[in-house]
C-alpha cells in the first residue's frame, strides 16, 4: 500500500495519493525521457525555489522536449501547491516534465509532446549530526557519455547503486569520481572540503549536477569573507581536509564525519555556511 501523503498537480487539478500519471505507450515510460527538479520548503520559506523551475525547463530543453510550461507557471503551481498542502513538515517540491510520444520512426522524443506534473509531500529535514561518505566504485559520466546537463531520471539508478553500495559497507552515502578519477559529488549532493582556512570544491565541468544549494552557499561564504576556490580535486586530497560537508535542496549543509577511515569532527566553516543559508532562508541576508 501506499502509505506516504502526497498531492499533485496534472492536468489543471490537484489530485491526492499516488495519482496516475503516465501512460503504458509513453515515450518515457519506455525509454527514460523525463526530467525533474527537487526543491525544499520549510519554515515558511522556499529558498531559490524560482531557480529551480528554470532549471527544470532548461533539462527539458537539453532533453530535446519544448517544454510545455515557462518557469514563470511552474512556479506558480509550486507556491500554489505549497499554500494548500497543510503541513508543519519540510515539503519536497517535485515538478516533472516528460515525453509523451516519439519522433516519427526514431527512438527521439518528438519535441512537441511535452508533459507537466508537480508532486509536492512531507520531507522532515535531516538534523545536521553528520555524513559519512566512502569512495564510489560507480563514477559519473562525461557530458559525451551521458545526459549530464540535465537533472534527467535516466541519469539516477547509478546514483542508487552508490547509495546502496556505500550503505552495504556501512557508510550513508559516497564521493564519485569524473571519468578522470577526480573528484565530482555525491549521489545526492555537492562536496566542500576545507584546507587552511580554504573552501575547496570541484570545477564544474558538465559531468557533476552544479547544484543550486553549492551556488547560493559559495556565494554566501565569499560574501562572509571567506576565500572560496573551484579545483581540481583527488580523491586523496580529501584525506588532507580539516572538515568537509555537502550541499544540496534536501538536507540544505550537511557536515561530513567521515571519508572511509579519516574521521572528521562538523567544523565552524560548514556551521557557518548552515547559518549563513538559514539566514538567506529567512531573508536575513
Ligand atoms: N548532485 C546530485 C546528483 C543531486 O541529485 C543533487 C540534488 N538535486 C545535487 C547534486 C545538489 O543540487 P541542488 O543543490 O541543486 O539541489
Known sequence: AFGKRISTWF????HEGNTPIMGAADH?????????DGARSFEGTAPDLDLHCIRLIRSATAMGMEPC??????????????????????????????????????IAPAPDSCAFALCIEDLPLSPPTGV?????????????????????????????????????????????????????????TNVFMVRDGTVLTPVPNGTFLNGITRQRVMALLMADGYTVEEAVLTPDDLLTADEMFLTGN?????????????EMQPGPVSARARALYWDYAHGRV
Not at 28 to 36: C, K, P, Q, S
Not at 157 to 177: C, Q, V, W
Open 132 to 188: 559519512r561518505l566512502c569512495l564510489s566504485s560507480f563514477r559519473r559520466p562525461r557530458q559525451d557519455m551521458a545526459l549530464t546537463e540535465a537533472k534527467a531520471a535516466c541519469l539516477y539508478p547509478n546514483n542508487g547503486r552508490m547509495l546502496s553500495e556505500a550503505r552495504a559497507k556501512g557508510f550513508d552515502n559516497a564521493i564519485s569520481l569524473d571519468a578522470d578519477g577526480n573528484v565530482a559529488e555525491t549521489a545526492s
Open 69 to 106: 510550461m515557462t518557469a514563470e507557471e511552474v512556479l506558480a503551481i509550486a507556491k500554489e501547491g505549497i499554500a494548500r498542502y497543510p503541513s508543519e513538515e519540510p515539503l519536497y517540491i517535485r515538478p516533472m516534465m516528460w515525453s509523451r510520444e516519439g519522433a516519427p520512426g526514431m
Open 11 to 14: 492536468e489543471g487539478q490537484w
Open 28 to 36: 518515457a515510460t519506455w525509454l527514460g525521457t523525463l526530467v525533474f
Open 250 to 262: 534536501a538536507s540544505k549543509v550537511m557536515p561530513v564525519t567521515a571519508y572511509e577511515d579519516h
